[in-house]
């Protein structure tokens, strides 16, 4: 899996830099009244690539941390429900202990030939 997102990130950013090379005219951004910002094409769409990139980062950490703030009564419960059935293992283990142990059996091929020796 490492080598498919080794080779997707190389591929993106060959592209990047195959359409930075070919963008190279200068574009004004107009970012509020007053403020404008100009740069070559391809470094404002890759600084906007950025920025997206970033807030999708920040979106998906967000995400996962809310689904673990949902899940910690399920977690809660799970781990409850661990430790009863490792004290019911526990339990059954000293009643396995306290039991008496049964006579073994006897190999019966071996009474057969006893028998027959007799």
Known sequence: MKQVNFVVIFVICLALVLF???NTTPSVIHVVQGVDFEAPLSVELIIAAGI?????????VWVQLQGIAQKSPEIQ?????IQQLEEDV????VELEQ????PQAKNTA???NEAYVQ
Do not use: C, N
Not at 99 to 102: A, N, T
């Open 20 to 22: 930075g090379i070919e």
């Open 52 to 60: 997206g990139a970033t807030l999708a980062w920040v979106f998906s």
């Open 77 to 81: 419960q799970r781990e409850l429900r």
């Open 90 to 93: 526990e339990r059954y283990r």
């Open 99 to 102: 039991l008496p142990m049964l």
């Open 110 to 112: 071996q009474d057969e």
